[in-house]
């Protein structure tokens, strides 16, 4: 399930990388959490609905959590090469790692310290040339990394509180509430990336397919995680760069270069690391 999930779900990215040019990131973001509720609202509807329990909260701020990070991580497609862009989202394991040394309690030794810092040198690498051609778009994939890990923390208390399809259509609302406020607001205040348009009957199918994809990947993985545990996804997220250069290579042109292929080497490796410590 997890292979399966972390091959197909660059395509999300492919998808959004190529409505940048018509449709805001802000308004992808929407979409994708808007099919994710409609797709699972059957689901929840057959399963005798939802309960709301004392921890909603929680899941309310999983929902603007994960809805932030792919505003963040769309908005830098919009300029940076797909593989680049998910290259340098993946120090999200590194902090995943002092995130839950912090939050959760759990020991991290100066072994995996050291790797953390080496990943993070990785993705510096990668980073670097595109800061200097591309600005602070460059760094929006890092932020969403943060965000991220932020909202698999979060997961991880929930793992073992209802299914998986409530906790991916809680998601889905509350993700779908935080960007309905944020295109309001961008639409109002006249922000760019935040700002709708109405879509063509090809743009609607994209936006359809990348809602299913995210639907579908998301529910693998947290299947997944129910089964194995959060700590045993990190290996297979690197599966993401096999599909990611793929899909930029064929639809965009893109090819890493050598320094990004140096960085891309350092942030697997050291992840690997992590993992295997």
């Known amino acids: ?53 004392r921890r909603i909260w929680v899941h309310a701020l999983r929902g603007i959590l994960i809805s932030c990070a792919t505003l963040m991580f769309f908005a830098s497609l919009a300029k940076l090469p797909l593989a680049d862009a998910i290259s340098i989202f993946f120090v999200e394991p590194f902090i995943l790692t002092l995130l839950s040394a912090v939050v959760l309690g759990e020991k991290v030794g100066w072994r995996r310290l050291t790797a953390v810092f080496v990943g993070f040198c990785g993705a510096m690498i990668i980073i670097r040339p595109s800061y200097q051609v591309f600005g602070l778009t460059a760094l929006l994939p890092m932020g969403a990394a943060l965000v991220f890990a932020t909202y698999i923390i979060l997961s991880r208390l929930l793992v073992t509180e209802g299914s998986a399809v409530a906790m991916q259509f809680y ?61 045993l996804m990190a290996p297979f997220q690197y599966l993401e760069i096999i599909s990611s250069v793929i899909l930029g290579l064929m639809f965009f042109g893109d090819f890493p270069d050598a320094m990004t292929w140096t960085g891309i080497a350092i942030i697997i490796s050291s992840g690997l690391y992590v993992f295997y410590r």
Do not use: N, Y
Request: proline fraction near 4%.
């Open 171 to 231: 998601a889905g609302v509350f993700g779908c509430a935080t960007m309905s406020l944020a295109l309001w607001l961008g639409s109002e205040t006249g922000i760019a990336v935040l700002t709708p348009v109405w879509p063509t009957m090809t743009e609607w199918l994209m936006l359809g397919a990348l809602g299913c994809i995210a639907t579908g990947g998301h529910m693998l993985i947290m299947l997944a995680i129910r089964r194995v545990g959060a700590g």
């Open 1 to 53: 399930m997890l292979v399966v999930a972390m091959l197909v779900l660059p395509g999300i990215d492919a998808i959004a990388k190529g409505l940048s040019g018509s449709i805001a990131a802000g308004q992808v973001s929407w979409t994708r959490f808007l099919f994710q509720f409609l797709i699972l609202l059957p689901f929840v509807v057959r399963g005798g609905g939802l309960r709301v329990g």
